[in-house]
């Protein structure tokens, strides 16, 4: 799952800020550093509370999606993929419609890096039914929206495709074809841009704490995941 980044990330707190170290951040007061934090907003466009952009923003979040691939360090192979950015009062909408393209039956697997820095642990969960998954998630709407150390992906294995929300709150499509999430994303205004970049490919911040890694928790045991 995923793809290459560069992360900035505090140790967790009880607090929903972050302390980076370096970067563009490296000189900020306090001060400069929560007003940038509570920047909700960039034009159209709507941040959730999980990460924030470069204080110099190298990359200013905006909505669309792009081609790109996903290659397999092991073994070579490439699969297609898509990669969009939609506004986050859109997001967790058109999540569940995307993976409702991938059938009645899927699995689903939890990504966390809420104790470790610059890695991550998978949690798999096998056979779910689409529409259950969808109703246990609305009751996790805060966590999967907010929370920079928690991304999830749902996979059909037999048409081997794959529907990501990850940590930074980016969509991801892998496999093929493609075209049913492409005609989902145009449908709710989410258009192609060859141009855009996305908040991994520059220094970011994310926000996570200790209420969000027990909410984790409590979504991991709602999957029935041990």
Known sequence: MGFLKRILRSNLTESES?????????TLSQDELQSHMGIRTYGSFDLTDAIRPSYDLQVVPKQGFR????VDDSTGIKTPAIMASVTGHR????FFELIDQLGS????????SHRAQN???????????????KSILLDFEDLLLNDGCTGIAVINPAKRQEVQLDEHKLLVMYGRPLDQFVATLIQEDVYPDKNIRFITEAEHVHSSSER????FNILK??????
């Open 18 to 26: 972050t302390r980076p170290s370096y970067g563009s951040f490296e």
């Open 67 to 70: 081609f790109d691939e996903y």
């Open 91 to 94: 997001l967790l909408e058109i």
């Open 105 to 112: 039956v899927v699995d689903v697997v939890l990504e966390s």
């Open 119 to 133: 890695s991550h642990q998978d949690l798999y969960r096998e056979h779910i039914d689409t529409a259950v998954l």
């Open 212 to 215: 969000m890694h027990d909410r």
């Open 221 to 226: 045991n709602r999957l029935g995941i041990d």
